[in-house]
């Protein structure tokens, strides 16, 4: 089994700038998550996608972020005109529906850093 | 809505002794908790999880929690520590009864592990 993958791991931008994260699930896991943590703190939850169905957002999710599973496999989250509050560690996790509890399993994230 | 607290951000230990990382939780319904570790510049994994049933949780690394009811509590401890156990840990809960599925996370307690 490969765990959860992110691409990239780092990217750095300038203020106003798009960017698009990538994060490929554990394979037979069909729930994915996004959260993202700032320095010093603990992940906040952003969104969450059972197939291809965005369920749940969060109010932290503003205009400018984007998420998306077409296929129900691989996610892409897109940040929009980036500020530089938007600098943290995003953070991709998936788990198995059906399972008790539903544990989460967490990619190493990519770490965002706006000029 | 539910709320964790770890009542420590920073833990120094010498090698070889006992820890205990302190987490409270807040929550008017029944929860699944989780203690996670995030090593530098990592993701984070699962070092254990509670759901119910025997109060004594064991999982990886040597690592145990207890959860106390009447304490809203999920304290993790490990007997014997080494310095590869240098890193940030986070308690985790999430509500199943709700149907939300994100996880609420408390602000974390970097372990450091002296020689």
């Known amino acids: 089994d490969t765990g959860v993958s992110q691409d990239p791991r780092h990217k750095i931008t300038k203020r106003g700038q798009n960017v698009t994260f990538r994060c490929d699930p554990i394979?037979?896991?069909?729930?994915l998550y996004w959260y993202r943590q700032t320095l010093g703190q603990g992940p906040e939850f952003l969104t969450y996608?059972?197939?291809?169905?965005?369920?749940?957002k969060s109010r932290l999710l503003s205009d400018r972020f984007s998420a998306e599973r077409p296929k129900g496999s691989f996610s892409t989250l897109e940040i929009q005109r980036t500020e530089q509050g938007d600098s943290a560690m995003y953070l991709c996790?998936?788990?198995?529906?059906?399972?008790?509890?539903?544990?989460?399993?967490f990619g190493p994230g990519t770490r965002l850093t706006v000029l | 809505a539910q709320s964790v607290t770890q009542l420590d951000s920073q833990v120094p230990v010498f090698e070889e002794a006992p820890v205990e990382l302190r987490c409270n939780y807040s929550?008017?319904?029944?929860?699944?908790l989780f203690w996670y570790v995030q090593y530098p510049n990592q993701g984070l994994q699962l070092l254990l999880k509670?759901?119910?049933?025997?109060?004594l949780v064991k999982g990886i690394n040597g690592f145990e929690a207890e959860f106390n009811k009447s304490q809203t509590s999920f304290h993790l401890r490990k007997p014997s520590v080494h310095i590869s156990d240098t890193a940030e840990y986070f308690c985790?809960?999430?509500?199943?009864?709700?149907?939300?599925?994100?996880?609420?996370f408390g602000s974390g307690t970097r372990l450091q592990v002296q020689p």
């Open positions: 929550s008017s319904v029944s929860v699944y």
């Open positions: 394979s037979e896991h069909n729930r």
């Open positions: 996790a998936s788990s198995l529906d059906g399972t008790r509890p539903d544990t989460q399993y």
């Open positions: 509670y759901l119910s049933g025997s109060t």
């Open positions: 985790a809960v999430s509500v199943p009864r709700t149907g939300r599925r994100a996880l609420t």
């Open positions: 996608f059972q197939n291809e169905a965005q369920l749940e």
